[in-house]
């Protein structure tokens, strides 16, 4: 039973660039939710996807934005890139109708921006 | 607003000695909280879960916690370290009002646990 895979593991952009990260849920989950974590500090919440749409969404700006396939694998795109976006990205799943389990957790991308 | 503050960010125990890591949590509603915990280089693995049935809840590894609505509190404990404890431990709490643990977890900015032989 495969977890959440995240691909790529590592990346370096530069300034003003424009990434795209990708995630496969655990098999049998139907939502995906993203988290950047900075160095040091606890993940924060970007956003959440289900039934292809953006359903929850935390205190990031436009620049970051995703999608959901009808697999319910998701990317993540971050537009316009700056030093601070440097971090590490993890993608969680879940499955909406059981609303007292846990998410599940990829290794995370790290992202570094020169 | 929900937040999560863990006091300590850095918690040093020998092998073999209780570990006590604390987690305070802050929400207008009945919370789901959890523990997880991050090794090097590796995501978040789920530790234990509390959604309101037994407020003392038992994880892997030996882990537990307790919750405590009048102290608004979910610390972590086990009753004796092993070198392959060491790690960064997280709080987070999720708002029940807004679904459940299917939406988005708050989490505490952790807590480095190191083990001394």
């Known amino acids: 039973d495969a977890g959440v895979t995240q691909s790529p593991t590592h990346l370096i952009k530069t300034r003003g660039q424009q990434v795209t990260l990708r995630c496969s849920p655990k098999?049998?989950?139907?939502?995906v939710s993203w988290y950047q974590q900075a160095l040091g500090q606890g993940p924060q919440f970007i956003f959440q996807y289900y039934e292809e749409e953006e359903r929850q969404r935390g205190n990031f700006p436009d620049r970051f934005s995703g999608h959901q396939f009808p697999n319910y694998s998701s990317e993540l795109n971050v537009n316009a890139l700056l030093l601070g976006d440097s971090a590490l990205y993890l993608c969680?799943?879940?499955?909406?109708?059981?609303?007292?389990?846990?998410?599940?957790f990829g290794d995370g991308t790290r992202l570094s921006i020169l | 607003a929900q937040s999560v503050t863990q006091l300590g960010s850095h918690v040093s125990v020998s092998e073999g000695a209780l570990v006590l890591l604390r987690c305070n949590y802050s929400s207008s509603v009945p919370p789901y909280l959890f523990w997880y915990v991050q090794y090097p280089n590796q995501g978040l693995q789920l530790l234990l879960k509390?959604?309101?049935?037994?407020?003392l809840v038992k994880g892997i590894n030996g882990f537990e916690a307790e919750f405590k609505k009048s102290e608004t509190s979910f610390h972590l404990t086990k009753p004796s370290a092993h070198m392959s404890d060491a790690a960064e431990y997280f709080c987070?709490?999720?708002?029940?009002?807004?679904?459940?643990?299917?939406?988005?977890?708050?989490f505490g900015k952790g807590t480095l646990l190191t083990v001394n032989p």
């Open positions: 098999s049998g989950h139907d939502t």
């Open positions: 987070a709490v999720s708002d029940r009002a807004s679904g459940g643990s299917n939406y988005k977890l708050t």
């Open positions: 509390y959604t309101s049935a037994a407020t």
């Open positions: 969680a799943s879940s499955l909406r109708a059981y609303s007292n389990q846990p998410q599940h």
